[in-house]
Nanobody
Framework: QVQLVESGGGLVQAGGSLTLSCAPS????????MGWLRQAPGKDREFVAA???????YYTDSVKGRFTISRDDAKNTVYLQMNSLKPEDTAIYYC????????????????WGQGTQVTVSS
């Protein structure tokens, strides 16, 4: 049962930018850690970024300085601004929510969406 809905994926050239958005379809996630995961073809799903209620942010090393996660609890939406995209960023990106930061950062959240495809061409 999908509870998070992602949007904003697409095809972009290397060096370009995209902004992903995530909103819940049925409930508010204002009390949760929110995050983004991704899964590239033939690889396991991996953690990308997370944000706490107090707006502390966490990133995997490969996206630090290029990606920015943010949340607007009034709009019940979380965003992932992706700059300087590289072909290795190509993946399906999933929005995630959990009470546990550890579960988000280890790609085992209680809630996640159906994903949005991001393709970066070289």
């Amino acid at each position: 049962q999908v509870q998070l809905v992602e949007s904003g994926g697409g095809l972009v050239q290397a060096g370009g930018s995209l902004t992903l958005s995530c909103a819940p379809s049925k409930r508010t996630f204002s009390s949760y850690y929110m995050g983004w995961l991704r899964q590239a073809p033939g690889k396991d799903r991996e953690f990308v970024a997370a944000i706490s209620l107090s707006l502390n942010t966490y990133y995997t090393d490969s996206v630090k300085g290029r990606f920015t996660i943010s949340r607007d609890d009034a709009k019940n939406t979380v965003y992932l601004q992706m700059n300087s995209l590289k072909p290795e960023d190509t993946a399906i990106y999933y929005c995630a929510a959990d009470y546990s930061l550890l579960d988000v950062t280890t790609a085992r959240p209680d809630y996640w969406g159906q994903g949005t495809q991001v393709t970066v061409s070289s």
